[in-house]
């Protein structure tokens, strides 16, 4: 070992004694706990503003956006966020989604529910922020453990369960309140998953100080508005933007102005796991619960008919294939072909790159794959016969 | 899933095969034969329906056979196998250092209010700890096998960690170390740190001309596999094979 490696030992040994003593000294419970009171204060006028190059306002986000994060309002317009300058990100429109509004376009043209599936789907529900509460109505931002959106989640659950939808709410704590909380939600989404969900949905608030900003009257209610948040770092995004389209879509058919818009955001948020995951944020901590449990409940009036799992619309001649649930056998998505290619394409660019450099050049991993497939597809179809003994042994 | 439609189950599926053919390439880069890989790929697997519970009073605690106990395992067979004491403390050292940085960036850097992920949040929390075990196994000496027990070290230290500060919160919480199996962040760090390992250090080497001989335990230059290297080192390192 070289003397800069040994340099590097010193100093991550140093950093693991200073970081153990941080984490374990007596007040660590405070640290590594939600935050509450000082905290939360500290936190409350973060609140990112998204606004066009001439400053019209977007959108507002309790969040750091980073270029490249993209927005789809209600009213269909998609923007890409080029530069964050402290509090402010300017996003450039791309012009209007073409399918959320094709999406939009057939289900106003027709679209009658006439009968109900006859299968019996469930949907699971968890909450990776479990401590997420509502000021006006729980006391407190963060309850540790027992927040408040876990109220949401129930009213959510049980407005699709007397739609004849089966809802899996898990109630696994993954406090605190952090980006970690993701790594530990992970296993409950998996366990989740155990189960053969349609589709999952990990319910949250948002945490911009401006209540109003979520607050909205839809269908003769006061409501919050929901965000649905897609993962950008996810490899199967556009499924998962496919089936958010399809959510906000509908749902704002159904009642106007009950999704406040898509966010792509940096992250994953454990969507990689199902093509129908979703992130959802209801309200903001100084919403009353009362307005995110009412929002959340018009919100799932949407859901099982875009699962397929509910009344569905009638079956026109030339319907297009957007205006099936997601869960049709004939639904053809874009999205999920597009995914699909991307992936198919990358995994064989990796493996060629991966190849050339393994094997020392172009010329070497061309003879290397002709020896693999003189080997493994040579020997697949002739008699078994002793193999050379393994040169990597 | 079996509910969708097929270009969905394509999708998942496709999906599930590559990682798990990375999986398996990933494993058989770390002094395990083809065999060997596979066979630690079907425990992982069949690990994965496996939760054993933990004897924790006061917390919900269970290990996953598939994304807990097998990578533990196949840490510490690499860690028992290093070539030199001083790889073993590298790994070792390699996954505390990636705890701490994952335990900084997740946990101290990404709470409060901001939501859904963090003030700083440009990388999900998943991906920290493959980059912090790639970058530290990197520093500390090019190692696709400190990579691999710093990634796994580094996730179920952390899970550790969280059990010990749920024990002495008294909060009743739940602890799954390696609880989402394969697909936990355990061995999906493992992978991606050996690949981050592999890429950066192979192509810097072969940019270089390849593994620097000289001055090299004769016991790390005998696990030089490639046969040119073999051939080689006689010439360059001026000591007989």
Wanted: charged share 20%; aromatic share 6%.
């Amino acid at each position: 070992m070289g003397r800069r490696s040994k340099a590097w030992l010193a100093a991550l040994l140093l950093l693991a004694g200073v970081a153990a003593w941080y984490g374990f000294r007596p007040d660590a419970r405070r640290t590594l706990g939600p935050p509450a009171g000082g905290e939360a204060e500290e936190h409350a006028g973060r609140c990112i503003t998204v606004v066009e190059p001439g400053g019209r306002i977007v959108d507002k986000m309790a969040r750091a956006l980073v270029p490249g994060d993209e927005v789809i309002t209600a009213d269909g317009r998609h923007y890409r966020v080029r530069e964050v300058r402290g509090d402010t990100a300017v996003a450039q429109l791309l012009g209007m989604d073409a399918r959320l509004l094709a999406w939009d376009q057939e289900l106003a043209t027709g679209g009658i529910p006439v009968q109900a599936a006859g299968r019996t789907p469930e949907v699971a529900v968890y909450h990776t922020h479990s401590s997420e509460s509502y000021v006006p109505s729980d006391g407190s931002a963060f309850i540790p453990f027992n927040g408040g959106i876990y109220r949401v989640g129930e009213v959510l659950t049980n407005a699709l369960r007397s739609r004849g939808v089966g809802v899996n709410h898990d109630r696994t704590p993954h406090d605190p309140h952090d980006n970690n909380a993701y790594v530990r939600s992970r296993k409950t989404a998996v366990r989740l998953l155990k189960g053969n969900p349609v589709a999952m949905l990990d319910v949250h608030r948002d945490g911009i100080p401006d209540a109003d900003f979520y607050r909205q009257r839809v269908s003769g209610q006061e409501v919050s508005q929901v965000r649905i948040v897609v993962g950008r770092q996810n490899p199967r995004r556009d499924a998962n933007l496919d089936f958010a389209r399809r959510m906000m879509a509908y749902a704002n058919r159904l009642h106007p102005g009950i999704v406040k818009g898509i966010l792509l955001a940096s992250g994953d948020y454990n969507q990689d796991l199902l093509p129908t995951a979703l992130l959802l944020e209801v309200g903001t901590h100084t919403s009353t619960r009362e307005e995110a449990e009412r929002g959340v409940a018009l919100f799932a009036g949407a859901i099982p008919y875009v699962l397929g799992v509910g009344p569905a619309p009638a079956e026109r001649p030339g319907q297009p294939e957007w205006s099936r649930p997601v869960t049709d056998p004939g639904a053809r998505q874009a999205g999920v072909w597009r995914a699909l290619a991307l992936l198919i394409l990358v995994g064989l660019a990796a493996g060629a790159s991966f190849l050339v450099v393994s094997a020392g050049g172009l010329r070497q991993a061309r003879e290397r794959f002709r020896d693999l497939l003189r080997v493994e597809f040579g020997e697949f179809f002739r008699s078994p016969r002793p193999r050379p003994p393994d040169r990597r042994e | 899933m079996t509910r969708f439609p097929l270009g969905l189950v394509l999708l998942v599926l496709l999906s599930l095969l590559v990682y798990l053919g990375v999986l398996h390439r990933a494993l058989d880069r770390l002094r395990l034969s083809d065999r060997a890989a596979l066979a630690v790929l079907v425990a992982m697997i069949v690990g994965s329906f496996i939760d054993l519970p933990l004897p924790v009073a006061g917390v919900t605690a269970t290990v996953n056979v598939g994304g807990g106990l097998i990578p533990l395992g196949l840490a510490g067979y690499l860690i028992w196998r290093a070539g030199t004491p001083l790889e073993r403390w590298r790994g070792i050292l390699a996954g505390v250092a990636t705890a701490l940085v994952g335990y900084a960036v997740g946990s101290l850097l990404n709470r409060g209010l901001v939501e859904p992920g963090g003030r700083f949040q440009w990388l999900d929390a998943l991906y920290v700890y493959p980059l912090a075990a790639g970058a530290v196994a990197y520093l500390v000496g090019r190692s696709r096998r400190a990579a691999c027990v710093g990634a796994v070290l580094g996730v179920i230290l952390f899970d550790v960690f969280y059990l010990v500060w749920l024990k002495l919160s008294g909060v009743r919480g739940v602890v799954a170390v390696g609880g989402a199996g394969a697909l936990d962040a355990v061995v999906l760090s493992a992978v991606l740190a050996i690949i981050l390992a592999e890429v950066v250090g192979e192509t810097r080497e072969r940019l270089a001309g390849g593994p620097a001989l000289a001055g090299r335990p004769r016991k790390l230059l005998a696990a030089l596999r490639r046969p040119e290297v073999r051939r080689e080192e006689g010439h360059r390192d001026g000591t007989p094979q």
